[in-house]
């Protein structure tokens, strides 16, 4: 069955990085798209970045663009998420997600059908 | 702030049907798909397309369109699906991803 298991989360300091790590297995991983989506404490869900199957196509969310950096290793079915002068506003719980785009007729469908169980990272000081 | 706009909170009498609704000028070109979250646990994509479940999802859960509005439908609500719902779309770019702020449902 597909799994996602996410690592890497942690306590950091403002303005210093970290690199999260999603190990994903039960597909073939380099079929498909990939993104990062987090949820601060208490708040709603936050699109971060995509990357697509071959790593040619990647978009970043304004919030984090010039920041974050969206890598995959198809090779280790691995994504990655290098995350460098984070801020308080960065503490979330960070999910990687399987990333779906099916067409029908004229029609594309976009959503996110597997997601992990999330890695919890805090920027304090 | 979201280019998707839900309800905060919206409430439901158990066995009854309720309908969660999300709306953005994006919604005009393409589906939204919708998840289900619940406290301390990751989010559960429940519909997308135009109206298609993954599997295991109950049959109670459906989604509808019209002009700009996408609603998830929810018929016959169990007290189980009390929980946070979030509906997603591409953003008027085309390119980047955006979610709707989230709907808290009460099951009562």
């Known amino acids: 069955q597909v799994q996602l298991v996410e690592s890497g989360g942690g306590l950091v300091k403002p303005g210093g990085s970290l690199r999260l790590s999603c190990a994903a297995s039960?597909?073939?991983?380099?079929?498909?798209?990939m993104s990062w989506i987090r949820q601060a404490p208490g708040k709603g869900l936050e699109w971060v970045s995509y990357?697509?199957?071959?790593?040619?196509?990647?978009y970043y969310a304004d919030s984090v663009k010039g920041r974050f950096t969206i890598s995959r290793d198809n090779a280790k079915s691995s994504l990655y998420l290098q995350m460098n002068s984070l801020r308080a506003d960065d503490t979330a719980v960070y999910y990687c997600?399987?990333?779906?785009?099916?067409?029908?007729?004229?029609?594309?469908?976009?959503?996110?059908?597997?997601w992990g169980q999330g890695t919890l990272v805090t920027v304090s000081s | 702030s979201s280019e998707l706009t839900q309800d905060p909170a919206v409430s439901v009498a158990l066995g009854q049907t309720v309908r969660i609704t999300c709306q953005g000028d994006?919604?005009?070109?393409?589906?939204a798909s919708w998840y289900q979250q619940k406290p301390g646990q990751a989010p559960v994509l429940v519909i997308y397309?135009?109206?298609n479940r993954p599997s295991g999802i109950p049959d109670r859960f459906s989604g509808s369109s019209s002009g700009n509005t996408a609603s998830l439908i929810i018929s016959g609500a169990q007290a189980e699906d009390g929980a946070d719902y979030y509906c997603?779309?591409?953003?008027?770019?085309?390119?980047?991803?955006?979610f709707g702020g989230g709907t808290k449902l009460t099951v009562l």
């Open positions: 997600a399987r990333w779906m785009i099916t067409t029908v007729g004229v029609v594309t469908s976009y959503y996110f059908d597997f």
């Open positions: 397309g135009k109206n």
């Open positions: 997603n779309s591409r953003d008027s770019s085309g390119a980047d991803v955006v």
């Open positions: 039960g597909f073939t991983f380099s079929d498909y798209y």
């Open positions: 990357i697509s199957s071959t790593g040619s196509t990647i």
């Open positions: 994006r919604l005009r070109s393409y589906y």
